[in-house]
């Protein structure tokens, strides 16, 4: 079989495997993703391990993990990852309005007031709660704005992703070459958004300690902050008792440093630092099975 042949199988199983999630009622829904999500936790062998060794070398574990196991917090992961799922494909196929209006919101104040400045806003989040919500809520809310992201390797299943990102207002920048777009978006008065919690090359950013533990961290927001005078403004979404809550923070103030290399090393670490915030709040709802630490000689 062909690699097409491959791509056009995979694409026409995503489709058919979505519909039921589609059709039944949201709680059940809702639970079966949470199962779906603990399938992926004991068969995804490769990637719990990777998991549950991030956490272990993690600044959390000295914490957090003593009142709840290493284990228990990656299965909730997992879980996380399989609810957002299921939450994506029905709003992505129009039945996800219970939970869109189940979005609470606090510091939109924050956005606007950014945004009358003029010069665009770069919103700063990482792979935490449900990310694609995030994204959604962003656009029906207050501005539609621009994915920085790396396209998936099937062509067929990066289309439909794609097509449904843009069925709410938000477009895509591809990763290669995003530089030009981002920097036209911005002058626009756009809004880009950029998950900066994944490892990077070494030509693309600094180590940086994040979690207890140095990680190669993208100076892009910084360089492009620093450039062109935008804003960046953290958000973040996490889970409730009742659906989701969006928390939106003030504009990052950048380091006054006069050499360059060490002010941009202040500004990465001072926004990594909401994602680590972050974690600590809600250490099940981060993407654990990300090899965040990884080119980065252990001591």
């Known amino acids: 079989m062909t690699r097409r042949a491959v ?94 209006d189940s979005v609470e919101f606090e510091g939109i104040e924050n956005f606007n007031q950014s945004r009358s400045k003029g010069k665009g806003i770069i919103l700063l989040t990482g792979h935490c709660g449900n990310w694609e919500l995030l994204a959604i809520m962003a656009s029906v809310r207050f501005s539609p704005i621009s994915i920085v992201a790396r396209p998936i390797n099937n062509p067929y299943i990066n289309k439909i992703l794609e097509s449904a990102r843009r069925k709410y207002g938000n477009t895509v920048i591809y990763k290669q070459g995003a530089l030009k777009s981002i920097i036209t978006t911005l002058r626009d008065n756009g809004c880009v958004g950029i998950l900066m919690d994944q490892a990077v090359l070494p030509e693309e950013g600094y180590v940086i300690d994040f979690l207890g533990r140095g990680a190669w961290t993208t100076k892009m927001l910084a360089l492009i902050a620093r450039k062109t005078g935008t804003a960046v403004v953290p958000a973040f979404i996490h889970r409730t008792d009742n659906g ?50 990884k080119r980065v000689k252990e001591n």
């Open 7 to 100: 791509w056009l199988v995979e694409a026409g199983l995503l489709i058919i495997l979505s519909i039921p999630f589609v059709v039944l009622p949201l709680g059940f829904s809702i639970k079966v993703g949470e199962l779906l999500g603990l399938l992926l936790f004991y068969v995804w062998g490769s990637r719990r391990k990777i998991a549950i060794e991030n956490l272990r070398n993690s600044l959390l574990s000295r914490t957090i993990v003593v009142s709840k196991p290493v284990e228990k917090i990656i299965r909730d992961s997992f879980k996380n990852f399989g609810r957002s799922l299921i939450e994506i494909i029905k709003i992505y196929y129009g039945f996800g309005k219970k939970i869109i």
């Open 244 to 293: 989701h809550k969006i928390k939106v923070y003030p504009e990052v103030e950048l380091s006054e440093s006069d050499e360059k290399e060490t002010a941009v090393r202040e500004d990465i670490k001072k926004f990594s630092g909401f994602i680590e915030d972050y974690i600590r709040e809600h250490p099940s709802e981060w993407l654990w099975i990300h090899r965040r630490w």
